[in-house]
């Protein structure tokens, strides 16, 4: 698909969900919520992990410190500066940790940026008890459901596009290759520490915003629960039963799970992780590739 | 003196649990490439495995032991045979064995920790064993940490010998170091793999069983240890089982220290810390040969 | 022309306790042929590595068109004009033949925009080499010996002032052997390349070289006229061992 029709695509199907909150009732735009977000993350996280076949875990870090940034600073900024405020942390975060860590592969890369999540979860929970004497903060006078809906809208279309930008721009290229051959790639001129990075830095920003969105949602925050390694499961898995390499896989993925999630996860929450990960164990003995292998499958060239 | 002494020993005795986990984790990455993020749950089975042994069947923990680490062997090699056979078996490249490993252990994590949810809940369990207090030149300790202490370095000090002086210890170094040579020599994967995944459990296990006796625990007690695993693991260096152990120590040192210093919560941060440092200036450990 | 492009000095690389590299010198100029030969395990490839900087070496300099590349990461050495292949053909399987030629131009080409123009895309360096025809066609399905001359169009994509090529000619035929010299003649002749050769069919190289520079032992033993080289006697010991080497030398 050419990108300027997928941008356009994005661009419709954007302006009819933006209609939603005037046509459906709160339950169903809660869903539809659920699923934008679910979507934004696993695209977001594609957009890095998909090209380059790294596995981040950092997902559950980067939203938890969006939903940090709200909760400090709700009170301070309005609701859209506070969800860029939040990407940027988490972008910045990202690149630090990126420049350090980035050159591990594998295995490596993936415990460590599991182990961030506990980290950030440990240091906030201490200096909110030793400096601001909190256990959790409380949102007082939370934006409207119709401006978080539509915050979240424009954050889940803005990383979509970016998503689709990157695949037809130089940089994805440059992820392509790394993930092919990266030591190739380097001696063809791609810098790739610079180009993973940046990606791992971009994917952190939409990570970041949508934690610093979603958090006026829960009244009450606390770090047990923003920083909870479902997310970054939850992320993982939807992006790999759409199939990573590919960009619509994930969001039509993230639509079934969230469906999934919203009616199993609160009646039945042990029972429905624990299906979870057994599909995610399935799904990688299985068909590795998501469900989107199965269609390219088909596609590719025979010689 | 004294309360130096007890810093120092509580930082040994936390080392001596984190060698056990450790052994086991580098056993299973070193051989197979397979990064088993959901080791600490299995920990955390051999916890409540010998609690349930305690509470129900009134049988003494450290005799348990031995039963914790044939259970959790069996249970190894069952994962195994389920879980991850298939990846080597279907893998185009070591790279992908590595990351497909990573996401089963992912998708286990999640599915063993919630299953004890279900059986158990999320309470803290615990029981009592051996609390009385000992001392050792000015210094006091729990009875309990003591047994702990001995057994974890017994353990790793068997396991070690058992690794250098034993043939199939030497099969399994010789698999490590390389493995096509070690198949030409007859050395059989299918039997290996199985066989030491089970032995990585089984030590989890028994680091689980032991904490219990400390510890309260709980579904959720098993994700640090894997972490503090990994930082040992690279302290240490990978395939290096000395290094494992002298990293757990240094590890359950800087700990217990840092800890005292600053303030308990940062542990993860110190540790954390630790690992970043060492991954920057030695990317492949203290000890990798 | 004094000023040398590419030059080495005392170059070593150590692994732990094994010397694979000893203190190599090397000078190759503007638009030079530079063939270089020894025996297996002489450490041809790894002085490739060195150079291309995959390989950072334990001791010695680096120095490309007047700047110290030395310790530099590969893409830095790929900016200033070196390219290469290597000895098992490294394409990206999944792209096609013109899309592996297009990353170099993307890449390493874009940053050498104004070196020779010669060649300005895909097509024209996979026409040069014979391989319009399988232009589109994925570079895991080749057959070896083209995906060797695909790494070789890469490797001019990426705009190259030097071109380093290890062992191009593996398990061609006689005849083939003789293209694939023309072909690498022409490189340099056309394009103004300088080229160092890596080959184990030591006489069609040294029938096409100017020059030839025999590596032994991680140490470079030899380095001239390839007539010379040939009659040399601690390069006919260096081969001893090579059936027939020291004979195919001297025809």
Redesign the interface.
């Known amino acids: 698909m050419k990108t300027r029709d997928a941008l356009a695509a994005t661009l419709g199907c954007g302006l009819a969900l933006a209609l939603l909150p005037w046509l459906l009732s709160d339950f169903v735009l809660a869903l539809v919520l659920s699923c934008l977000m679910y979507a934004a993350l696993a695209v977001s996280w594609s957009m890095f992990c998909g090209p380059t076949?790294y596995?981040s875990?950092a997902t559950s870090a980067f939203f938890g410190i969006g939903a940090y940034v709200t909760a400090w600073g709700l009170e301070s900024m309005p609701y859209l500066a506070a969800v860029f405020a939040g990407g940027l942390t988490a972008a910045l975060f990202a690149a630090l940790v990126g420049a350090?860590?980035l050159?591990?592969?594998?295995?490596?890369f993936?415990?460590?940026t599991?182990?961030l999540g506990?980290?950030v979860?440990?240091?906030i929970?201490?200096f909110e008890?030793?400096y601001a004497h909190t256990v959790g903060r409380v949102i007082s006078d939370p934006p409207g459901g119709e401006a978080i809906y539509l915050t979240v809208l424009v954050v889940t279309l803005a990383a979509v596009a970016t998503a689709i930008l990157v695949r037809a721009s130089?940089l994805g290229?440059?992820l392509?290759?790394i993930g092919?051959?990266e030591?190739?790639?380097?001696?063809?001129?791609?810098?790739?520490?610079r180009a993973k990075i940046a990606a791992f830095t971009l994917s952190a920003f939409f990570a970041g915003a949508l934690g610093a969105a979603m958090a006026v949602r829960w009244t009450y925050i606390e770090p047990l629960s923003v920083f909870s390694?479902f997310i970054g499961?939850q992320t993982?898995l939807i992006a790999?039963v759409g199939g990573a390499h590919t960009l619509i896989g994930p969001i039509v993925s993230s639509i079934f799970f969230s469906l999934l999630t919203e009616f199993l996860r609160l009646r039945f929450?042990?029972?429905f992780?624990?299906v979870?990960?057994?599909?995610?164990?399935a799904l990688?003995?299985y068909l590795?590739g998501g469900l989107a292998s199965l269609f390219t499958r088909w596609r590719r060239?025979r010689? | 003196m004294g309360f130096w002494l007890e810093l120092a020993a509580s930082g040994l005795i936390t080392g001596g649990i984190y060698a056990v986990v450790a052994l086991g984790l580098n056993l299973q990455y070193g051989l197979m490439r397979i990064m088993n993020i959901s080791h600490g749950e299995f920990l955390m089975l051999g916890a409540y495995l010998t609690w349930l042994a305690h509470t129900t069947l009134q049988v003494n923990p450290l005799l348990f032991m031995p039963a914790v680490a044939l259970a959790m062997f069996v249970l190894g090699i069952v994962v195994y045979r389920l879980c991850f056979q298939r990846i080597a078996r279907t893998a185009p490249s070591v790279e992908v064995i590595e990351a497909r490993s990573l996401l089963v252990g992912f998708g286990l994590m999640f599915l063993v920790q919630n299953l004890v949810y279900l059986q158990w809940g999320a309470d803290l369990r615990g029981y009592s064993f051996l609390t009385e207090t000992v001392e050792i030149s000015g210094a006091r300790f729990p009875a309990n940490r003591l047994a702990v202490f001995g057994f974890a370095v017994a353990a790793s000090l068997a396991l070690l010998a058992f690794l250098r002086w034993t043939l199939f210890g030497k099969a399994v170094r010789a698999m490590m170091q390389s493995p096509t040579g070690a198949q030409l020599v007859g050395i059989d994967t299918a039997v290996l793999h199985p066989v030491v995944f089970g032995a990585g459990l089984a030590l989890a296990g028994v680091a689980g069983g032991l904490l219990s006796m400390v510890y309260e625990i709980s579904p959720s007690m098993g994700e640090p240890y894997t972490i503090s695993a990994l930082i040992v693991i690279t302290l240490g260096g990978l395939g290096s089982a000395i290094g494992s152990l002298v990293g757990a120590f240094i590890l359950g040192l800087v700990e217990a220290f840092g800890m005292h210093f600053t303030s308990p919560s940062l542990k993860m941060l110190l540790s954390y810390g630790v690992l970043v440092a060492v991954l920057l200036a030695r990317p492949r450990g203290l000890f990798a040969r | 022309m004094s000023e040398a492009l590419l030059s080495a000095r005392a170059v070593s690389v150590r692994f732990g306790g094994l010397v694979a590299l000893d203190g190599v010198d090397l000078d190759v100029r503007a638009g030079e042929l530079l063939g270089m030969i020894g025996p297996n395990g002489a450490g041809k490839t790894t002085f490739f590595h060195a150079l291309s900087g995959v390989l950072v070496p334990t001791a010695g300099r680096l120095v490309v068109a007047g700047e110290d590349l030395t310790r530099r990461p590969p893409h830095v050495f790929a900016a200033h004009g070196v390219a290469r292949t290597f000895q098992t053909p490294r394409v990206f399987r999944d792209m096609s033949a013109a899309e592996n030629v297009r990353f170099a131009l993307e890449f390493a080409g874009r940053m050498r925009r104004h070196a020779h123009d010669a060649f300005d895309d895909a097509a024209a360096i996979l026409g040069f080499l014979g391989l319009a025809w399988v232009a589109s066609l994925p570079a895991g399905a080749l057959t070896p010996a083209r995906q060797r001359l695909l790494e070789i169009g890469v490797a001019l994509g990426a705009r190259p002032r030097i071109l380093l090529l290890d062992e191009v000619a593996a398990g061609l035929t006689q005849p083939e052997l003789e293209a694939c010299a023309q072909l690498i003649r022409r490189v340099r002749d056309e394009l103004g390349v300088a080229v160092i050769w890596i080959e184990h069919a030591v006489r069609v190289l040294m029938n096409h070289v100017e020059r030839v520079a025999v590596l032994h032992q991680g140490r470079k033993i030899a380095d001239g006229d390839p007539r010379a080289v040939a009659k040399d006697p601690a390069v006919i010991e260096a081969y001893l061992g090579e059936e027939g080497v020291a004979q195919r030398m001297a025809a």
Do not use: C, S, W
Request: hydrophobic fraction near 55%; aromatic fraction near 6%.
């Open positions: 076949n596995l875990l350090a860590v050159h591990l592969r594998g295995a490596y993936a415990v460590i599991f182990g506990e980290l979860l440990h240091a929970t201490h008890k030793t130089r290229l440059a392509a290759g092919a051959d030591e190739r790639a380097q001696t063809l001129g791609v810098d790739t520490r390694p499961f993982v790999m929450p042990y029972v992780l624990l979870l990960g057994a599909l995610l164990i990688v003995l590795p060239i010689v």
